[in-house]
Each structure stands twice: as C-alpha cells, then as structure tokens.
C-alpha cells in the first residue's frame, strides 16, 4: 500500500510540474492617457509639414512615445499635457480614464483602438492651433497583444475574450479581456493606470489567461 501511494504521489507530481510549465505568464503593459494623431490633425495643432519628434520606443514594434504634448477640452474641463504617440494614424484616437471622462464632462465610450464609431467629441489643442474632432474620445479595453504561434500555445483565437488572473497582495480576475493576435505584436496584457492601481500590479507583472 505505502508503495501504491508513493508512486500516486510522484504521478500527481509530474502531472502538477508538467501543467506548470505549460502555463504561460504574460508581462503586463500599464498605459496612461494619450493620442494618436493624423497627420492632418497634427499639422493643424504644430504647423504644416510638422513630424513627430520620437522620445523613447514603445514596447510593441513600431510605436514610440513622442516629445509632443497637447491639451484635451471637454464640455467640463480640460486636461494638459497629454502626450502624443507615433507614428501618425488614418484618424485621431484620444485614448483616456474613466475619471478623466468625469473631469472633461464626456461619455466614456469603452473600446478597442480603432473602433471609433459613435464615440465622444473633444477638442485638442497645440501650440499652433486647435482641432475639434467629432469622435474619438475612448476609454481603452483591456486586452492582449500577441502573435499568432502565442495565441496557438495559450489555445486562444484573435478576438476571444478571455479572462486574466493576478497573484499578489490585492489580486484577482479581470473579465471581458480581448486578445489581439497578428505577427505584429509583441507577447502583453494591456491595462491602463487606473485598472492596475486597482490591482495593485505595475509594469513588472506578470498574468496569466483563466478560461
């Protein structure tokens, strides 16, 4: 009998050390507010033929932080100093928190970058000029940028919500989590300040997807 129970004991063991190693922890990306302009936008808010001027590179291949702030102005308030990410899009994104939605007086619209339809006005102001743009205003949903062989290890399909875990003092589970797959990214969870304040998480954590 002690023999039986020794050798169940080494069988849950490996079975225990094999799932683990197949459990991927995934870093975690915290953003804060921040655009994305078109080149015509830019060049309304810092002159004609204006370029970005890059600050330092971002984590996913190809997008930088710029050295170029401006100011958002909403029906309430403004906010300044917000800063601009490159490189230039077709359409401007303003991408804010849901507290900053309060201040400025807007509706928080919660969606994936790109999907603009029917969001909120605001107006942006440079040292140049001032554009009033009739959507754009979002509030970032949280997701997951990976390739495509990322999504095919974790068992996950571009555009599957899923659900991300926490393992630390204040943790625990996020919901409604869409993952983004394309070989143009690179392996992160996306969240923006306020979400991971609420965590307790920063930029050296690490999630993992619960299904």
Same mark, same amino acid.
């Given at each position: ?28 990306? %915290? ?6 302009? #078109?080149?015509?936008?830019? =060049?309304? *808010?810092? !002159?004609?033929?204006? $370029? &970005? ?28 100093? %917000? ?6 899009? #077709?359409?401007?994104?303003? =991408?804010? *928190?849901? !507290?900053?939605?309060? $201040? &400025? ?107």
């Amino acid at each position: 009998m002690d023999n039986c129970e020794a050798v169940l004991k080494l069988l849950l063991e490996a079975v225990k050390s094999k799932e683990d190693s197949t459990v991927l922890q995934i870093p975690v990306g %915290v953003s804060n507010r921040h655009i994305h302009l #078109s080149q015509k936008d830019l =060049e309304s *808010l810092f !002159g004609k033929e204006y $370029k &970005l001027t890059k600050l330092k590179d971002l984590s996913q291949p190809g997008q930088y932080a710029c050295k170029e702030i401006i100011t958002i102005c909403g029906p309430k308030g403004a906010i300044e100093k %917000v800063r601009i990410l490159g490189p230039v899009r #077709s359409k401007t994104q303003v =991408e804010v *928190l849901i !507290g900053d939605c309060i $201040k &400025l007086g807007t509706v928080p619209h919660v969606r994936l970058s790109g999907d603009l339809n029917r969001t909120s006005e605001v107006t942006l102001v440079g040292p140049k000029g001032s554009v009033q743009i009739e959507e754009g205003l979002v509030v970032a949903q949280r997701h997951i940028h990976m390739t495509l062989d990322d999504a095919k290890n974790l068992g996950v399909c571009d555009g599957d919500n899923v659900s991300i875990k926490f393992d630390n003092l204040r943790g625990g589970t996020y919901s409604n989590v869409v993952i983004r797959a394309n070989d143009d990214s690179k392996l992160e969870c996306h969240l923006d300040i306020e979400e991971s304040n609420a965590m307790g998480i920063n930029s050296k954590s690490k999630i993992v997807i619960v299904k």
